[in-house]
């Protein structure tokens, strides 16, 4: 059953915050959590945990005040990125990081099996439920939610101004009408940045792209999204933008 107002999923990685229902909006945060298991050493400073490499700060907050529109629901990764990154192929190098932004990771150093179990526990069931879920309740538009980083510790160099960023592959449509909605809200909207929805778009490639589901892919820049105003700014503009995009597609929710 995937319904349930709130509902976190024992022992499963995933949360589902509000109801899904078929035609209505879905906001699917694959690195909603910081969350370790208590039986797995990362092997690194805890206090990591609380920074950009271990999640994407400030969805689930963003996520809890888009959902008081009963029209939105929520389905979000219950474990840090470090763990396993959901948003990639099971078998791509990063899925379980060995390094993040110049820092090493040692407890990931994983042989194959400790690696296959690994994705057995976390990555597997995410995507198998999600893709239930998406089956049982087809959303009319799906918002994928992310944040990025002001500044990389690795490349401390590179300018990333944006206010929000917008990723898309194949499926363009979605995404393209919300760009010039977020600029005309008077935020620097980076179109494919701070990088491209065409190299890292794995959960949106395999769940929205593959069923012809509409999604518009979302960066939120973190040092607005940490902030109780900036996320409340944000819930409010971005449930604005899944309407407008909505109406604009000629969808009903």
């Known amino acids: ?44 400073d805890p206090a990591l945990l609380s920074a950009h490499i271990a999640w994407d700060i400030g969805v689930t907050e963003v996520a809890r005040l888009i959902i008081q529109d009963a029209r939105f629901a929520a389905y979000l990764g219950g474990y840090s990125r470090l763990v396993v990154d959901l948003n990639r192929d099971a078998h791509d190098a990063a899925a379980i990081p060995t390094h993040s932004d ?12 400790e690696e296959e179990e690994r994705l057995e526990r976390f990555f597997w069931p995410y995507h198998t439920y999600l893709a239930q879920l998406l089956s049982q309740h087809r959303p009319a538009l799906i918002l994928s939610l992310h944040s990025f980083t002001p500044a990389l510790e690795s490349t401390p160099q590179e300018v990333r101004p944006w206010e929000f960023g917008v990723l898309y592959n194949e499926q363009e449509k979605a995404s393209k009408l919300a760009i010039p909605f977020l600029e005309n809200a008077g935020y620097i909207v980076g179109d494919q940045l701070p990088y491209s929805g065409k190299l890292l778009n794995a959960t949106m490639n395999r769940h929205a792209e593959a069923n012809n589901i509409p999604y518009i892919g979302i960066e939120m820049r973190q040092d607005v999204s940490s902030d109780p105003d900036g996320q409340a700014r944000y819930a409010r503009t971005l449930a604005e933008m899944c309407h407008f995009v909505s109406e604009q597609l000629g969808l009903s929710i």
Request: glycine share 16%.
């Open 102 to 113: 110049g820092v090493v990771i040692p407890g990931n150093d994983l042989g194959p099996q």
């Open 1 to 44: 059953m995937v319904d349930g107002q709130h509902a976190a999923i024992n022992d499963t990685p995933f949360e589902i915050l509000g109801t899904p229902q078929k035609g209505g909006f879905l906001i699917v945060g694959d690195h909603a959590s910081n969350r370790v298991p208590v039986d797995i050493d990362l092997g690194i």
